[in-house]
């Protein structure tokens, strides 16, 4: 059995929630890179990363979306490995410590980065993040396939299991990502590449997962791994200008964690907007679903 | 005139070697270049731009049929240049301060463009006094913001905070788009206007220059 086989033999795993915005709520100021954080403020990122361990998260992500050389400037050695090294002492043994790789940003079809840059960009940090120590490596809120593929190929390198998840938020049924692609090819492309898990993170909220996530489940033999957003973000006038605001509280959002875990979710977190209130919520509806 | 019938399908299917082919062609068989632009790409990239709403076209059918668009504007812009016409309207976009993202920026440039807007792109991160030059400079009609954080999207208010301040606020009318983007949130921070999607965009541009 794979080491991911062996993780999941104990039951749907509840991952973690937002990190941005947690981050914020420590400080964190709008507009800035939130990656550079791992250096600079250390001990606030692993605030939030002990808020998840603590609210009971079984894995929690690292504060590495953007460490990549396309994507972002500055010593990226430096900020990926902090950004496990934070996770793990947050983590304490408690949960994994799976480490985020996001997109470049680029277009690989407009010519605004070749693939060459992209793999080297990707390889670079994977090996960072796997030297630090990570358990596992997460390309996360995809949307090309093509991208996808350099980047699964740069996890798979390392030797740690893969996953790979998608961001599903557009098409009349908001089943396609913004490269037009579907749960279907997403998943055949992804089982080629090699990953050892496929997913959908972020997204125009959780009441839209449950489809993807069956039809991901579907049309793979993979495990699936579901981090929706917490609805969709309301903009509202403060006096300190225009904020926003996700308007779903956590227990609506765990609400579908049986519809998720009905669908094939093996993975349940969530993305924008959710926070450590949520992933209890989700830990009290998977112990509920167990009773029932 | 079926090789603009070919010109609009070339555009429309994003082949941009036919799309070329058939702007020279045309352009030696005496076609003029305003008629390729308004009879033909204009209107193409409108149904490129139509098909994108309708969810029919990605963003990969959209770039290389602005590719196409732009391979046959390359070979009319001097021509039209040289008679002297006008552009629709002239357009200073980018994606505000703090803010590297520029696809959503980019779609819109290129659907611009494919309006026959004159589009002056100065790309991503850009502070508001940049866009004040830009927009100065070259006596745009437009400034066009773009951005994709929730982090990032004060800096729209900041941007057109910083026209007021300049007085060059009732120069130009500004639009604002972008995934976190709503039509309360351009309305509070004083927008003219607010694209729901990149085809949109073009249709509220053409509003605002005829406004």
């Given at each position: 059995m794979s080491r991911l086989g062996e993780w999941l033999a104990g039951g749907p795993f509840i991952?973690?929630?937002?990190?941005?915005?947690?981050?914020?709520?420590?400080?964190?100021?709008?507009?800035?890179?939130?990656?550079?954080?791992?250096?600079?403020?250390?001990?606030?990122?692993?605030?939030?990363?002990?808020?998840?361990?603590?609210?009971?998260?079984q894995i929690?992500?690292?504060?590495?979306?953007?460490?990549?050389?396309?994507?972002?400037?500055?010593?990226?050695?430096?900020?990926?490995?902090?950004?496990?090294?934070?996770?793990?002492?947050?983590?304490?043994?408690?949960?994994l410590?799976?480490?985020?790789?996001?997109?470049?940003?680029?277009?690989?079809?407009?010519?605004?980065?070749?693939?060459?840059?992209?793999?080297?960009?990707?390889?670079?940090?994977?090996?960072?993040?796997?030297?630090?120590?990570?358990d596992a490596?997460?390309?996360?809120?995809?949307?090309?396939?093509?991208?996808?593929?350099?980047?699964?190929?740069?996890?798979?390198?390392?030797?740690?299991p893969?996953?790979?998840?998608?961001?599903?938020?557009?098409?009349?049924?908001?089943?396609?990502?913004?490269?037009?692609?579907?749960?279907?090819?997403?998943?055949?492309?992804?089982?080629?590449?090699?990953?050892d898990a496929?997913?959908?993170?972020?997204?125009?909220?959780?009441?839209?997962?449950?489809?993807?996530?069956?039809?991901?489940?579907?049309?793979?033999d993979l495990p699936v791994w579901?981090?929706?957003?917490?609805?969709?973000?309301?903009?509202?006038?403060?006096?300190?200008?225009?904020?926003?605001?996700?308007?779903?509280?956590?227990?609506?959002?765990?609400?579908?964690?049986?519809?998720?875990r009905?669908?094939g979710a093996s993975f349940v977190?969530?993305?924008?907007?959710?926070?450590?209130?949520?992933?209890?919520?989700?830990?009290?509806?998977r112990?509920?679903?167990r009773?029932? | 005139?079926?090789?603009?019938?070919?010109?609009?399908?070339?555009?429309?299917?994003?082949?941009?070697?036919?799309?070329?082919?058939?702007?020279?062609?045309?352009?030696?068989?005496?076609?003029?270049?305003?008629?390729?632009?308004?009879?033909?790409?204009?209107?193409?990239?409108?149904?490129?731009?139509?098909?994108?709403?309708?969810?029919?076209?990605?963003?990969?059918?959209?770039?290389?049929?602005?590719?196409?668009?732009?391979?046959?504007?390359?070979?009319?812009?001097?021509?039209?240049?040289?008679?002297?016409?006008?552009?629709?309207?002239?357009?200073?976009?980018?994606?505000?301060?703090?803010?590297?993202?520029?696809?959503?920026?980019?779609?819109?440039?290129?659907?611009?463009?494919?309006?026959?807007?004159?589009?002056?792109?100065?790309?991503?991160?850009?502070?508001?006094?940049?866009?004040?030059?830009?927009?100065?400079?070259?006596?745009?009609?437009?400034?066009?913001?773009?951005?994709?954080?929730?982090?990032?999207?004060?800096?729209?208010?900041?941007?057109?905070?910083?026209?007021?301040?300049?007085?060059?606020?009732?120069?130009?009318?500004?639009?604002?788009?972008?995934?976190?983007?709503?039509?309360?949130?351009?309305?509070?921070?004083?927008?003219?206007?607010?694209?729901?999607?990149?085809?949109?965009?073009?249709?509220?541009?053409?509003?605002?220059?005829?406004?």
């Amino acid at each position: 059995m794979s080491r991911l086989g062996e993780w999941l033999a104990g039951g749907p795993f509840i991952t973690d929630g937002a990190w941005g915005t947690e981050l914020q709520a420590r400080g964190l100021a709008p507009g800035a890179a939130p990656d550079t954080w791992n250096v600079t403020h250390p001990e606030r990122v692993e605030a939030v990363a002990r808020a998840y361990v603590e609210a009971g998260s079984q894995i929690i992500l690292t504060n590495t979306f953007r460490a990549n050389a396309v994507a972002m400037e500055g010593d990226l050695e430096a900020i990926n490995r902090a950004g496990v090294a934070i996770s793990k002492r947050a983590a304490a043994g408690e949960a994994l410590v799976f480490a985020s790789i996001g997109p470049t940003g680029k277009m690989l079809i407009a010519g605004e980065i070749g693939e060459e840059q992209a793999q080297a960009a990707f390889s670079a940090q994977a090996a960072a993040l796997t030297a630090a120590g990570a358990d596992a490596l997460l390309v996360e809120t995809m949307s090309d396939i093509a991208e996808a593929r350099l980047a699964v190929a740069a996890a798979k390198s390392t030797g740690l299991p893969v996953i790979v998840s998608f961001a599903f938020d557009s098409g009349k049924n908001k089943d396609r990502t913004m490269m037009g692609a579907t749960p279907e090819a997403v998943a055949a492309a992804m089982v080629e590449a090699g990953a050892d898990a496929v997913g959908a993170n972020c997204g125009v909220g959780v009441e839209h997962t449950a489809p993807v996530c069956r039809r991901l489940h579907a049309a793979c033999d993979l495990p699936v791994w579901i981090k929706p957003n917490a609805g969709l973000p309301i903009i509202e006038n403060t006096l300190e200008g225009p904020t926003v605001r996700y308007d779903m509280s956590a227990e609506v959002f765990a609400s579908h964690f049986t519809a998720l875990r009905e669908a094939g979710a093996s993975f349940v977190g969530g993305c924008c907007g959710s926070t450590p209130d949520f992933i209890r919520a989700l830990v009290r509806a998977r112990a509920n679903a167990r009773c029932a | 005139m079926s090789d603009l019938q070919k010109l609009h399908q070339a555009v429309i299917d994003g082949d941009w070697k036919t799309a070329a082919a058939v702007t020279e062609a045309a352009i030696a068989e005496g076609t003029a270049a305003l008629t390729i632009v308004n009879g033909c790409l204009v209107p193409a990239m409108a149904e490129v731009g139509r098909r994108y709403e309708c969810e029919e076209y990605f963003v990969p059918e959209l770039l290389l049929a602005a590719r196409a668009m732009k391979a046959s504007m390359q070979i009319v812009r001097p021509l039209l240049t040289a008679t002297g016409a006008q552009p629709v309207g002239r357009v200073v976009i980018g994606t505000v301060k703090g803010d590297l993202h520029d696809i959503g920026k980019n779609l819109v440039a290129s659907l611009l463009e494919g309006g026959g807007f004159e589009v002056i792109d100065l790309g991503a991160d850009v502070a508001p006094e940049r866009f004040i030059e830009a927009a100065a400079a070259r006596h745009a009609d437009l400034v066009a913001l773009s951005a994709l954080l929730t982090v990032t999207m004060t800096s729209m208010k900041t941007t057109i905070d910083a026209f007021q301040t300049a007085g060059l606020r009732e120069k130009v009318k500004i639009m604002v788009g972008g995934a976190p983007v709503t039509q309360q949130y351009a309305d509070a921070i004083g927008a003219d206007g607010y694209g729901e999607s990149a085809g949109a965009a073009v249709a509220l541009a053409r509003k605002l220059v005829a406004a």
